[in-house]
T-cell receptor
Framework: NAGVTQTPKFQVLKTGQSMTLQCAQD?????MSWYRQDPGMGLRLIHY???????DQGEVPNGYNVSRSTTEDFPLRLLSAAPSQTSVYFC??????????????FGPGTRLTVT | AQSVTQLDSHVSVSEGTPVLLRCNYS??????LFWYVQHPNKGLQLLLK??????LVKGINGFEAEFKKSETSFHLTKPSAHMSDAAEYFC???????????FGAGTRLAVHP
């Protein structure tokens, strides 16, 4: 199993550009999520999905869109990049909503810089 | 609001001495609690988790944590630090529901020879 994979690893964007961060998992996990990590703030939830076709907003959703057309993939779209979106982005997945399934598996991250 | 507080942003220990990383959470009837570790330029890896079973939880690499409901704490300990333990550690709290997770701000552990 590859686990959770993310591409690209690094990206530099200019203000106003759009792009999609890719996330895929091969563990047949129902639950997937996107976080951003900023210094001194831990990880903050952007969007999450409890299954194909179902998505919902997390703590900091503004400026981001997601979709979940398959169980495996959960891309994150930046509609019009802003310097405030400079961050490290992590995708995570877990088996489901069961208490015993709460372990999250994290991808290696995408480091995004917006100039 | 539901929250988790890591009481130290930086902890520095000598190799071979005990490690204590402190975490407090806002009260919940039946929380789940986790510790994750992040080595430089890497993703997060689960160290251990508490989900209403035994209150003393053993994890990987010799780490353990004790759930204390009366103190709303979940401190992470290790009897003897190793150089490879140097990393950032996150206490994570789930009050329940659809995998909602609340991350602490992190504690950076430095281990000196």
């Amino acid at each position: 199993n590859a686990g959770v994979t993310q591409t690209p690893k690094f990206q530099v964007l200019k203000t106003g550009q759009s792009m999609t961060l890719q996330c895929a998992q091969d563990m047949n996990h129902e639950y997937m999520s996107w976080y951003r990590q900023d210094p001194g703030m831990g990880l903050r939830l952007i969007h999450y999905s409890v299954g194909a076709g179902i998505t919902d907003q997390g703590e900091v959703p503004n400026g981001y869109n997601v979709s979940r057309s398959t169980t495996e993939d959960f891309p994150l779209r930046l509609l019009s990049a802003a310097p405030s979106q400079t961050s490290v982005y992590f995708c995570a997945s877990s088996r489901g909503t069961d208490r015993s399934s709460y372990e999250q598996y994290f991808g290696p991250g995408t480091r995004l810089t917006v100039t | 609001a539901q929250s988790v507080t890591q009481l130290d942003s930086h902890v520095s220990v000598s190799e071979g001495t005990p490690v204590l990383l402190r975490c407090n959470y806002s009260s919940s009837y039946s929380p789940s609690l986790f510790w994750y570790v992040q080595h430089p330029n890497k993703g997060l890896q689960l160290l251990l988790k508490y989900t209403s079973a035994a209150t003393l939880v053993k994890g990987i690499n010799g780490f353990e944590a004790e759930f204390k409901k009366s103190e709303t704490s979940f401190h992470l300990t290790k009897p003897s630090a190793h150089m490879s333990d140097a990393a950032e550690y996150f206490c994570v709290y789930s009050p329940g529901g659809y995998n909602k997770l609340i991350f602490g701000a992190g504690t950076r552990l430095a281990v000196h020879p």
